[in-house]
């Protein structure tokens, strides 16, 4: 089992930054790919940025240059450092990770953007 606790989230003027946090905890040997996803009201979840335990990334095309994802491998952690805000950024963010084929997910941070 792997636990995740996601950090950082709050509200924020917009053009201003947040960085999120995601520890993860547990029987861990070497997670695979981390990533975080958002929700906004009455929308799908989608993903904005993925790392993997190589660190390729990628990214959403709506955050691309705004947005950078980074892991620390000792610390089971991985970042969401996120400039430029938008409104349209606001969402409820979730951490997921891969581990031995299985996917866990956090129980999510609110980003609010006001404009």
């Known amino acids: 089992q792997v636990q995740l606790a996601e950090s950082g989230g709050g509200l924020v003027q917009a053009g201003g930054s947040l960085r999120l946090s995601c520890a993860a905890s547990?029987?861990?040997?070497?997670?695979?790919?981390m990533g975080w996803y958002r929700q906004a009201p009455g929308e799908q979840r989608e993903l904005v940025a993925s790392?993997?335990?190589?660190?390729?990334?990628d990214y959403a095309n709506s955050v691309k240059d705004r947005f950078t994802i980074s892991r620390d491998n000792l610390k089971n952690t991985v970042y969401l450092e996120m400039n430029s805000l938008k409104p349209e950024d606001t969402a409820v963010y979730y951490c997921?990770?891969?581990?031995?084929?299985?996917?866990?997910w956090g129980k999510g941070t609110q980003v609010t953007v006001s404009s």
């Open positions: 997921s990770v891969q581990y031995l084929g299985i996917d866990y």
């Open positions: 547990g029987r861990i040997f070497r997670l695979n790919r």
């Open positions: 790392i993997t335990n190589s660190g390729s990334t």
